[in-house]
């Protein structure tokens, strides 16, 4: 639908008509003339657009992945990638946006809200929108946009959990704590911080597109994961020895990594959650270039410091470090200059490089470095905005990371026990050995390359 046939025609010719003029003082005279459905529209719009970008990421998360696990693991991992996104959409639904949002608009029974009585007796909602004329706040955007965008989000947390678990677990115990994860567990954390909940009101923790509520959730789960599953055989040997297992295609790997930079600029961007404004448009572009300089700041101090430490670059440490400097400058990507917002992905670019052997001396298997690239260096996003933006506090940093921190590691360590004790998290020995593509998928992703 033409962005013009949603207003009036006389609104629809003035806004163009502004548009074109040149910028003389009449032009402030004219700009009253547009009515506040535009505002609404290009609201709408910016989370739509942002929404689709984000989603654009699953398949960075799925190429990333493909790339970096084993080829008798690639089918599985790709299996993983759709399936979570769609159990995501389907649990966001029915529980986890009126989770996230209890104090929002909706409401049980059916009204212009869109808000009505699910089968089981839940709170869902219709997520096509509202026109204009059905609300009274046309300062925002339809709520179908609203859900879309905030959908994008919580379908992200459950991919970063998926590589690190990789090539030893099985892919329905996966599933099921995706369930949980997408439907209860980010939700509950994610309102406390952008649903008007105590982390926001009570200790003014500073998260604009969620280096914590994101990306560190989503950490937190895999590194509980990743304990209890235990690691890979062959991954580590006796006194302390590591024995590094590569990945199948680089290339994947690196078109994965480009996909989510691509990604990121929704992420970020539409989280300003405004464009109706000239000063909303400028803050959205100032993002964009604060995200963009924060990947390449990661990117390029991955590149130097493996060359430094050991005498060759790694593509893997500077795909990750790209994705590490994107997820550092997410906590706060309108304030800082682009000199800033670079040294602040490039620490994130530092934080892989020593943590990636760190978690391997502490036999902590994580197939594709999303430890080091989302949790700590989300932990660091939150903590450099306090150099950024004079609103934040130390204490309301600190503090809300622990809360988050504790009540992931908690509630995700305990639904992972309860799964392996049901019914098991790891695949058999000889399963792991012939690959998950044929003990759990049955369709090998390069059968000419893969027999044993």
Not at 255 to 269: P, V
Request: hydrophobic share 55%; aromatic share 12%.
């Amino acid at each position: 639908m033409k962005l013009y046939s949603l207003m009036k025609p006389g609104a629809a010719l003035l806004m163009f008509g502004a548009m074109a003029l040149p910028a003389q003082a009449q032009d402030a005279a004219v700009a009253t003339a547009v009515p506040t459905h535009s505002v609404f529209i290009f609201n709408s719009l910016l989370f739509l657009i942002s929404g689709f970008l984000v989603m654009f990421m699953a398949a960075g998360f799925s190429m990333l992945e493909a790339g970096l696990v084993r080829s008798k693991n690639v089918s599985m991992q790709l299996t993983k990638n759709v399936a979570l996104f769609s159990f995501a959409a389907i649990m966001y639904y029915l529980i986890g946006y009126n989770l996230m949002y209890p104090l929002g608009n909706w409401s049980i029974g059916t009204d212009d809200t869109g808000g009505y009585l699910g089968a089981f007796g839940v709170a869902v909602l219709e997520a096509v929108g509202v026109a204009p004329e059905a609300t009274d706040d046309l300062s925002y955007a339809s709520t179908g946009s609203d859900y879309f965008f905030q959908l994008m989000f919580c379908a992200t947390t459950a991919s970063i959990v998926s590589g690190t678990l990789a090539e030893r677990m099985k892919l329905w115990p996966f599933l099921i704590f995706t369930l949980v994860l997408t439907g209860v567990l980010y939700p509950i954390q994610a309102s406390w911080k952008w649903g008007g909940g105590f982390l926001d009101t009570q200790f003014g923790f500073l998260d604009f597109a969620g280096s914590t509520v994101v990306h560190s959730v989503g950490g937190w789960a895999a590194l509980t994961g990743a304990i209890i599953l235990g690691a890979r055989k062959g991954k580590y040997g006796p006194n302390g020895a590591i024995y590094p297992i590569p990945g199948s295609n680089m290339t994947l790997a690196t078109l994965g990594t480009f996909i989510l930079w691509l990604g990121w600029f929704g992420f970020n961007g539409g989280s300003q959650l405004a464009a109706g404004s000239i000063g909303d448009i400028a803050d959205v572009s100032r993002i964009f270039a604060n995200t963009n300089a924060g990947a390449a700041g990661g990117a390029v101090a991955a590149l130097l410091l493996t060359q430094i430490i050991y005498k060759k670059t790694d593509i893997t440490m500077v795909l990750n470090g790209a994705l590490a400097g994107l997820v550092s400058i997410t906590a706060e990507p309108l304030t800082p200059g682009l000199g800033a917002a670079t040294l602040i992905g490039a620490v994130g670019g530092v934080i892989v490089v020593f943590a990636v052997p760190m978690l391997d001396k502490l036999k902590i298997d994580d197939v594709v470095g999303a430890i080091p690239v989302h949790l700590f260096a989300g932990i660091w996003g939150t903590l450099a905005v306090l150099f950024t933006n004079p609103e934040a506090t130390f204490y309301g940093q600190i503090a809300s990371i622990i809360i988050v921190g504790v009540f992931m590691v908690v509630t995700s360590g305990l639904v992972w026990l309860i799964l392996n004790a049901v019914m098991g998290l790891r695949v058999s020995e000889e399963e792991e050995m012939v690959g998950l593509d044929k003990s759990e998928i049955g369709v090998e992703a390069y059968p000419e390359f893969t027999k044993i």
